[in-house]
């Protein structure tokens, strides 16, 4: 690994074949902290494989530098335009980042609420319509039904409806989350074991903490199936509105920029959405193995 | 009058148009204070009778008095045991007892809950194991927790439904000399009513005041047998002694001759239980067989 950070450290000192200014300096720069990261975390994590498994990660993204870099700036292989040299692409990372942050946020904003707004509606919903067998029955098949329709053509009728394009986008990942998260736990509910059910009916627990305090936990793993699932169509659900009518968010900032041949900054959002889903998906599966870390 | 009294109970239950009976103008009654272990072959009804006890299952006729008053449904003067999964695995041993608690006394903050299930969870032996999760715990800690919590409930009565059946038999042995001794206490405090059930002939001489023998297809009392051995019990003591193996054969022999009897009678109604029924037997000798040897 830290072989592959000196290759790439010389392969930016080969002379330039790209007129243009390459910015070299930011892929020094990218490297060098990656490096001081990859020590911070090899000081943090104790497992080896962990360790292992992080450094390859690392050595890939050094590998993939170094090709880049051979590919454009140094041996112009591929057309400039559609192919900045990474230096560019960091350049215009940091240059950018007031508009990212403030795309980031709109976008990341409107997730979190949709996302939310339906997960806490349909595991309360779920609750309660799973606690009764014949509601429970009928509910389950209407929500896969409903839930069988791809979300993504809600958005035209969703704009004739509401006023503004965020309320639109909330409006569509609500209803991209509520469906599968509603299933989720409606299964959960009408699945939890019976002997469970005996277990707090024979200690009096009232209709209140049998609901939240024994069915909810119970019924807790199938409810973040449903979760997980909401997660990943929103983000795709997001980013393509967003490409469609918005005028603000990540999916914007790419289609936009694209529209005006400006593939340097196209490359950024890329970059930018993979980081921010890769955070949001790392920070869920922390919440999902704590509430479960009571299985195995 | 008697802590628990059992009249005329008949359970019915209709499965794809065929009606079984589960339990037949069962009739006996438990004194306060007194262990009672209820054992027969499977099919006889005893669960079906103890899930009455527990609120969870109704009669078709009969009833069920508790102090006089006829069972309604679940309630706070009975603890239960089950044979499996009595515990949450969501909590951790000592949330699923606090838990327990609180739903008995709701004016115990707490710490004062959290404090009452770490002493039951001392008395079991389990204070070094309080803050793990039910499946970080072998089967026989699991039923040591479902029975801090039952007693940590301080309820009147303890409803145990074969709650060392899953259990090795080294352990069981250790669980049974643990309930034995909780149940019988220093003397200080009174004892509790405990109905258990079983189907190990051992464990019900061990512990029990009096036994209730049942027979299957349909569920019926057999025979009410006093356990007439002092207390307090020491298993290694009284299983040399005369008195327990004379004893211990006689329930033997009625457990045979009852189910004997049962394969006689079937056979010659040609009824179409009595494939059940020889399955019952083979079951029944197979586990007599060890219990000789």
Redesign the interface.
């Known amino acids: 690994m830290h072989f592959l950070f000196i290759a790439l450290l010389l392969v930016q000192l080969l002379p330039d074949k790209l007129t243009t200014e390459t910015y070299a300096g930011y892929v020094v720069w990218f490297a060098v902290g990656v490096e001081i990261l990859t020590l911070i975390v090899s000081a943090l994590i104790k497992k080896p494989l962990g360790l292992t498994l992080f450094a390859d990660i690392v050595s890939f993204i050094y590998g993939l530098l170094i090709a880049w870099t051979l590919a454009t700036a140094k041996f112009n292989l591929l057309k400039p335009s559609l192919f900045p040299p990474p230096g560019r692409v960091f350049w215009q990372l940091i240059g950018d980042y007031e508009k990212i942050i403030t795309n980031i946020l709109s976008s990341v904003g409107i997730i979190l609420q949709g996302y939310l707004l339906a997960a806490a509606a349909a595991i309360i919903l779920g609750l309660l319509l799973g606690s009764s067998e014949r509601l429970g029955n009928v509910a389950t098949y209407i929500a896969k039904f409903l839930g069988a329709i791809p979300p993504i053509v809600y958005i035209p009728y969703g704009i004739a409806l509401l006023p503004t394009f965020r309320s639109v986008s909330v409006f569509v990942i609500f209803l991209a989350t509520f469906w599968p998260v509603l299933a989720g736990t409606m299964s959960g509910v009408m699945n939890v074991?019976k002997?469970?059910l005996?277990?707090?009916?024979?200690?009096?627990?009232n209709r209140f903490?049998m609901l939240f305090?024994?069915i909810l936990?119970?019924s807790?793993p199938q409810i973040f199936i449903g979760c997980n699932q909401g997660l990943t169509v929103s983000f795709v659900l997001l980013t393509s509105a967003e490409m469609i009518g918005a005028q603000s968010g990540l999916g914007f900032y790419i289609k936009n920029y694209s529209d005006f041949g400006d593939y340097t900054r196209t490359l950024v959002g890329l970059i930018v959405i993979g980081i921010v889903i890769v955070v949001i998906s790392f920070g869920f599966n922390k919440i999902q193995k704590y509430l479960l870390?009571?299985?195995? | 009058m008697s802590k628990i009294e059992i009249k005329n109970l008949t359970v019915d239950y209709t499965e794809k148009k065929n009606r079984f009976t589960a339990l037949r103008d069962v009739s006996f009654s438990i004194e306060e204070g007194e262990f009672v272990s209820i054992i027969g072959s499977s099919g006889c009804g005893k669960s079906t009778l103890l899930s009455i006890l527990?609120?969870?299952n109704f009669p078709t006729s009969g009833e069920i008095l508790i102090d006089g008053e006829p069972i309604k449904g679940?309630?706070?003067d009975?603890g239960?045991v089950?044979q499996?999964?009595?515990?949450?695995?969501?909590?951790t041993a000592r949330k699923n007892v606090a838990?327990?608690v609180k739903?008995?006394n709701k004016t115990a903050s707490k710490a004062e809950r959290l404090q009452i299930a770490d002493e039951f969870l001392e008395k079991v032996g389990l204070e070094n194991f309080k803050n793990k999760?039910?499946?970080q715990l072998s089967g026989g800690m699991q039923q040591r927790v479902a029975i801090a919590r039952a007693l940590a409930?301080d309820t009147d009565i303890l409803?145990m439904d074969e709650p060392f059946g899953a259990i090795d038999a080294k352990n069981r042995t250790i669980l049974q000399e643990l309930l034995l001794e909780l149940w019988e206490g220093d003397g200080t405090s009174p004892r509790k009513t405990v109905v258990f059930v079983t189907h190990d002939i051992d464990e019900a001489i061990l512990l029990s005041d009096k036994i209730v023998m049942m027979t299957a297809h349909p569920g019926q009392v057999y025979k009410e047998i006093e356990v007439p051995f002092d207390r307090p019990r020491n298993r290694a003591q009284l299983v040399q002694t005369k008195e327990y193996n004379k004893f211990r054969n006689r329930l033997l022999a009625m457990f045979y001759s009852d189910i004997v009897n049962k394969i006689g009678g079937e056979e010659q109604s040609k009824n179409v239980t009595s494939e059940l029924c020889i399955s019952c037997l083979s079951r029944c000798c197979s586990f007599s067989f060890c219990r000789i040897n």
């Open positions: 074991d002997k469970t005996d277990s707090a009916r024979v200690l009096n627990v903490t305090s024994v936990p119970a807790l870390r009571w299985k195995h | 527990e609120g969870i679940t309630g706070t009975r239960v089950f499996h999964y009595s515990l949450f695995p969501w909590m838990f327990g739903q008995v999760y039910p499946s409930m409803l």
